[in-house]
């Protein structure tokens, strides 16, 4: 980072880290003390970084909900509904590797702003459309897809630059908390989605997520950092190959990327099927459906400050392995409730296990990584993470021709858990 450098005026005598909270540099914040649980944003680059994400995911969840909702006014049709996610979500399977090999050969910032302008044109046509009438299915699922390749290019050098705006030593802390602002802006972006669509329509849903954008474009100008060296020139497809290789002779790597994937084809396709739930199920409506989408979006951000608690501990591969185990089976019970209360209970246990884990092994991987490696690495993780849930939830639509869809899910957590328990019995699991 290039203020690690700069002088500092005040000299303040020296304390031990556990009997201070992070000491601010005066030259960064008015603020002399930051509690331990939030320490990286001491850094004033991440804290930029931090801030600009937040409001831009607050943005992007307030389209989802309007998205959703003109889907179903324009076509009644669960059908399209899952066409339009599908195509939202399908680019990051084919695309996140390139994005990965892109974001080590490039500047990270002049990417992410790239992806961010595109994603926030985007949402600008996306209301203008709706606003003027002249929107179809269509349209949107192409919009959606235009956001997901976006996306798509726009993950691996999200992840690979937060390395580069905190120190070492608060890299865990600050993967814990994006994760925090991620599901704070998933719990409040619904929120107030839903009272927008109340005063200014999707078509001001959609504006609002394009000014939203803003804010993240904004602070990746004023951040600095220092750029990591460029690997040498090659092809693209030896580039993805060293990525892979890279990754397949460091076993700790291989595994922890193995778990993300099982986590991913057979826990995360759940979120799909939570409308069925909601209605088919526990005979709720629009309302609880947000609710529990809420609970969910409560554990999820209660597990992120875990993690930021938590930091590095020499008990990490423990907690991998009882979030992960705990993660299937909330889901595995939530398939078989029948009240409510309970249903919207275990997803808050869902919520929590699922951010626990994922960035237990986000934050390992980071510390593992070489910084040439690192884009690369990190695309690896993302196809595995965000790539899969599609597969997941098609396989498991599949079989509903030929079992019920509660015992499709629960059947898929049992052959996840089992998974689980097959890489940590076979395979060397030890993480940073």
């Not at 992070?22 to 320490?39: H, M, Y």
């Not at 991440?46 to 969840?61: A, C, I, K, M, P």
């Not at 991913?264 to 409506?285: K, N, Q």
Request: with cysteine; net charge positive; proline share 4%.
């Amino acid at each position: 980072m290039s203020n690690e450098s700069q002088a500092n005026p005040i000299q303040a005598p020296e304390l031990p880290e556990a009997a201070v909270p992070s000491l601010a540099r005066a030259d960064e914040t008015g603020v002399i003390q930051i509690p331990r649980i939030a320490r990286a944003l001491r850094n004033r680059d991440f804290r930029l970084f931090w801030s600009g994400n937040f409001l831009s995911n607050v943005g992007t969840w307030m389209q989802n909900v309007a998205q959703g909702w003109l889907v179903l006014q324009l076509t009644n049709s669960p059908f399209w509904l899952s066409v339009v996610g599908f195509a939202s979500t399908i680019p990051i399977l084919f695309l996140a590797l390139i994005g990965g090999v892109i974001a080590d050969h490039v500047d990270k910032r002049k990417l992410l702003m790239s992806t961010q302008t595109a994603m926030m044109v985007f949402a600008f046509a996306l209301s203008a459309l709706t606003y003027f009438h002249v929107i179809n299915v269509l349209g949107i699922a192409l919009l959606a897809m235009g956001t997901g390749i976006a996306t798509a290019l726009n993950t691996p050098s999200y992840q690979a630059l937060v390395p580069q705006l905190v120190p070492r030593d608060d890299l865990t802390n600050a993967i814990a908390l994006n994760s925090a602002q991620f599901n704070m802006s998933r719990v409040l972006g619904p929120t107030l989605g839903g009272f927008a669509m109340a005063l200014v329509g999707a078509a001001g849903n959609f504006f609002l997520n394009g000014l939203s954008f803003l804010a993240v474009i904004l602070a990746l100008t004023r951040i600095r950092y220092t750029r990591a060296a460029a690997p040498g020139e090659g092809h693209l497809w030896s580039k993805l190959k060293q990525g892979f290789s890279y990754i397949a002779n460091r076993e700790q790597m291989a595994s922890l990327v193995m778990l993300a994937g099982i986590g991913s084809l057979l826990a995360v396709p759940y979120i799909t099927f939570i409308p069925y739930f909601d209605r088919d199920i526990l005979h709720s409506d629009e309302r609880g459906l947000g609710t529990l989408m809420a609970c969910s979006g409560v554990g999820a951000f209660f597990g992120a400050l875990t993690i930021a608690h938590r930091g590095k501990t020499a008990l990490q591969s423990r907690f991998v392995m009882s979030t992960g185990m705990g993660l299937f089976a909330a889901i595995f019970c939530f398939s078989f409730s029948r009240s409510f209360f309970l249903s919207g209970l275990l997803l808050m246990l869902v919520g929590y296990c699922m951010v626990c884990l994922v960035a237990t092994i986000n934050s390992s991987l980071q510390h593992l990584a070489d910084d040439a490696m690192r884009g690369r690495v990190m695309s690896i993780y993302s196809t595995a993470f965000f790539g899969l849930p599609p597969i997941g939830s098609l396989i498991a639509g599949a079989l509903t021709h030929l079992f019920t869809l509660p015992h499709v899910i629960a059947g898929m957590e049992v052959v996840g858990m089992a998974a689980f328990m097959w890489v940590f019995t076979t395979r060397k699991v030890s993480l940073q």
